[in-house]
């Protein structure tokens, strides 16, 4: 009898201990792929199973949760994302963090680029030329877009530059419409230019001009008894991170 009731609790164990050493997946956005890439490998090299990710534009891995994808922990590039998923009850509300910000700038090909200052008083349009364009993601539901369209808005530049827009599906396909001279200018995040060596930073956007650029993190409903998926979140949030993050020029406010 003993004998069995043993054996009965380890088959009920095994599943979860299974769980427990499964890959975590990740969604997350685009312009964290470095930086995450990274923190995978480290956090492999301690012994976990390595973790699987997909990156793409928040939007993109929102609406792919929605429809029943599955994520263990979803990274978004702004809060409007995240709260997409929370209204829909796809995360644990509990977990949601916000570990990092970035800043929005103005690229151009590394070649060809001189500083621009971005005030109200920059002319964009005369920067352009008679058929240039400013790539940057799709303001209707690419965070980077988003920023964009909050920072042009600001500037009194938003009308004259929407019809010159090039519309990516990510910050990463915005900054190769750059990097290969196809726009000759960018807005993308500081981070992105950073690891580019076909673009340079030409001007940053002023704080005031858009909201705050955050990554709320959090982990899914499906993963909520992931031990495993919570213990990689905790890491990614935690001390031993932050000097990861930082080299790939994130901000981590205390």
Do not use: C
């Amino acid at each position: 009898m003993l004998r069995r009731t043993i054996l009965a609790a380890t088959l009920l164990l095994a599943p979860a201990a299974a769980r427990a050493q499964e890959a975590v997946t990740v969604f997350a956005a685009a312009s964290l792929t470095d930086a995450l890439r990274a923190l995978g490998q480290d956090w492999a090299a301690r012994g976990n199973p390595a973790p699987r990710f997909s990156f793409a534009a928040s939007s993109a891995l929102a609406r792919q949760m929605e429809q029943g994808a599955p994520a263990d922990l979803f990274m978004s590039a702004d809060e409007d994302w995240m709260n997409y998923v929370q209204e829909r009850n796809l995360i644990v509300n509990d977990t949601r963090v916000s570990p990092l910000g970035n800043s929005l700038v103005l690229v151009a090909p590394a070649d060809s680029a001189r500083p621009v200052a971005l005030t109200r008083d920059t002319d964009l349009r005369a920067l352009l030329g008679p058929n240039g364009r400013i790539a940057t993601g799709d303001p209707a539901h690419v965070p980077v877009g988003r920023y964009a369209q909050a920072a042009l808005t600001w500037m009194g530049q938003w009308d004259a530059i929407v019809p010159r827009l090039a519309r990516a599906d990510n910050v990463r396909a915005a900054l190769l419409l750059v990097e290969r001279g196809e726009a000759p200018y960018g807005i993308v995040y500081g981070t992105d230019a950073a690891a580019s060596q076909g673009v340079r930073v030409v001007g940053t956007f002023p704080v005031a001009s858009h909201t705050p650029v955050t990554y709320p993190f959090a982990l899914t409903r499906r993963a909520a008894g992931n031990a495993q998926a919570r213990a990689f979140l905790a890491f990614l949030t935690g001390a031993e991170a932050r000097p990861t993050w930082q080299r790939f020029g994130f901000s981590v406010p205390q």
